[in-house]
């Protein structure tokens, strides 16, 4: 089990709904609910995976962790060197402050830097922002910065057309380091990259972890990356989330319907193996007017009766005794057989003492 203060960030209940208007005077008429009462605990020097088809909300999520868009309930609440703090009660200058120790590195390298600056005129507006006066000092910051990502001091007098696109990932990964931050949002940071340039800034993002004690959150629809780089791994299905586990235990025994068919998506590299697949009928729902009960009933092969009237809970297990937590009513049923809820174990363990 985890400790209370390794939690770095706490999320409860967020909802990040966007209007829908139409006619003349933009009456609104409902909500995308993009993040649908999100909950999880995201933990110091950690990699927690965040997984799921496109438009399942993982961005939107990301984002509204940074409050880059107008979120519309819950808290997200960060531990500022063992003060808490919702970051949506914040004042715009604390939020200021605040963005020191949050930062993201975005999907794509191409528009992600302005092709009017240099790379030093791009990777500089932050320092300046936050105190250091003189250019030599940036100039030196920022050398620094490019090394650190495994290129040399003088390309930040070149501008964004002149690199490719692994190495503009890399100098969005250098802008992202410059504040000495704690949490990096990695929003498909490696899906428009080649195979090949993929592993190397994977392979760098770790490097970068170890040796600034880095937490990330590292979004993408890739469960093969996923793998790669997460201790634990979050599965949103419209806007929720559906299971979240360690990442191995995902992988070796996923629980939820919806994760199983992504696993079985995954490419088998081994000759003459074969993965049976599991395709799922139907389209995602919209998320203007989700379905009653579990979200997912309407493509699941399994789903039963409860599942069109009751939304399933996001319930805590413990397997082999590592948490598992699930959103399913099947899934409730069968973990009935061969584990045992968190709360009915802690409640026994404190008998048997």
Do not use: W
């Not at 940071?189 to 600034?212: C, G, T």
């Amino acid at each position: 089990m985890r400790r209370e203060q390794d939690v770095l960030l706490k999320i409860r209940d967020a909802q990040t709904y966007f209007p829908v208007q139409k006619g003349l005077f933009k009456r609104t008429v409902g909500y995308v609910r993009a993040v649908d009462n999100v909950s999880l605990d995201v933990y110091r020097g950690e990699t927690l995976g965040l997984v799921g088809e496109s438009g399942c909300g993982k961005t939107t999520l990301g984002k509204s962790i940074l409050q880059l868009v107008p979120v519309t309930g819950g808290q997200f609440i960060y531990n500022f060197d063992g003060e808490e703090k919702d970051l949506r009660k914040l004042s715009k200058d604390e939020m200021m402050q605040a963005r020191k120790r949050l930062q993201i590195v975005f999907q794509d390298p191409y528009s992600s830097l302005n092709p009017s600056f240099t790379i030093f005129g791009s990777l500089q507006d932050p320092l300046k922002k936050f105190g250091v006066k003189s250019k030599e000092e940036r100039r030196r910051i920022i050398g620094d910065l490019l090394e650190a990502v495994n290129l040399h001091r003088e390309y930040m007098n070149r501008y964004p057309h002149e690199f490719s696109g692994g190495q503009r990932q890399r100098i969005g990964i250098a802008r992202a380091l410059s504040l000495q931050p704690e949490l990096i949002i990695c929003d498909e940071a490696v899906s428009a990259l080649d195979v090949s340039i993929q592993a190397q800034v994977l392979n760098l993002l770790l490097e970068l972890k170890e040796k600034h004690n880095l937490t990330y959150i590292f979004i993408s629809h890739d469960l093969s990356v996923v793998e790669y780089m997460s201790d634990r791994i979050a599965v949103m299905y419209l806007g929720k989330i559906v299971e979240l586990a360690q990442a191995e235990d995902l992988f070796a025994n996923a629980m939820h319907p919806y994760t199983q068919a992504l696993l079985s998506a995954i490419p088998v590299a081994e000759v003459g193996r074969r993965r049976k697949r599991i395709v799922l009928e139907g389209n995602v729902p919209s998320p203007v007017n989700p379905p009653p009960g579990c979200t997912f009933h309407p493509r699941c092969p399994y789903a039963m009766e409860v599942c069109k009237s009751r939304v399933p809970e996001l319930k805590t297990y413990l397997i082999d005794g590592r948490e598992h937590q699930v959103a399913c009513h099947l899934a409730e049923k069968e973990a009935a057989k061969f584990v045992q809820p968190v709360e009915t174990a802690e409640v026994e363990k404190n008998a048997a003492n």
